[in-house]
């Protein structure tokens, strides 16, 4: 089974604090992404990355900025976190091959900024 | 961009009845899936449906997916109270770079025992 894990379940941060999210597969995937999801707006993609220190902007990647030094870790960082960034963040694998191209979750990471 | 929007935002059921969600969305896809999310849990992968295949069944799901109309639905057949969960559609639009998905705001279904 792919497994996806995530290095916290719940995080509490102050406004100001720089903030690591850490996200690992164990399938040997290419892909990796990092979503937000909050009530009403459902998943919105941060930075995704098809490579070892290759990433791509989503939909929201302002205020973020990501690592990919491995090809199982993917790292979602807040340089300087904020109250709008409390969130519930969710981060995903999936093969590199085009067509089928089902996304695999890690338990999500539910953080709040005070 | 929020591609895929479902549809209604929330049903509630009792258990033994038929759940039918749908999913719109705007662009030419290459494939369509559909993920259930426990409470405060992650997106688990439900079924996938390429664009040119027009009805897939897996267990007691049912999915549709109509290109002309830009639209998929997904039936939960004989519903339990364990199925309560939300749903979300994903599109894997033939414009996105590396197998990017786009999901919509997802249905909570409620079933109740």
């Known amino acids: 089974d792919v497994k996806v894990t995530q290095s916290s379940r719940y995080l509490v941060k102050r406004t100001g604090e720089k903030v690591f999210l850490e996200c690992v597969q164990d399938?040997?995937?290419?892909?990796m992404f990092w979503y937000r999801q909050d009530p009403g707006l459902g998943l919105r993609l941060i930075y995704f990355?098809?490579?070892?220190?290759?990433?791509e902007k989503g939909d929201i990647p302002e205020g973020y900025s990501v690592s990919r030094e491995k090809k199982e870790r993917f790292s979602l960082i807040l340089e300087s976190a904020s109250t709008n960034q409390t969130s519930m963040y969710l981060c995903?694998?999936?093969?590199?091959?085009?067509?089928?191209?089902?996304?695999?979750f890690g338990p999500g990471t539910r953080l709040t900024v005070l | 961009s929020q591609q895929g929007e479902e549809d209604p935002q929330a049903l509630s059921i009792q258990e033994g009845e038929n759940a039918t969600m749908n999913c719109s969305y705007k662009?030419?896809?290459?494939?369509l899936q559909w993920y259930r999310q426990n409470s405060g849990r992650g997106l688990v992968h439900l079924i996938l449906i390429r664009s040119n295949e027009r009805e897939k069944h897996s267990g007691r799901l049912r999915v549709t997916l109509d290109t002309s109309k830009k639209s998929s639905s997904l039936l939960i057949t004989a519903s339990r109270a364990a199925d309560t969960a939300s749903y979300f559609c994903a599109t894997d639009a033939e414009e996105n770079a590396g197998n990017m998905l786009t999901f919509g705001g997802g249905t909570r279904l409620m079933v109740k025992p």
């Open positions: 399938m040997d995937h290419e892909n």
């Open positions: 990355s098809y490579d070892v220190k290759m990433k």
């Open positions: 995903a694998s999936s093969p590199g091959l085009a067509g089928d191209n089902e996304q695999f």
């Open positions: 662009t030419s896809i290459n494939n």
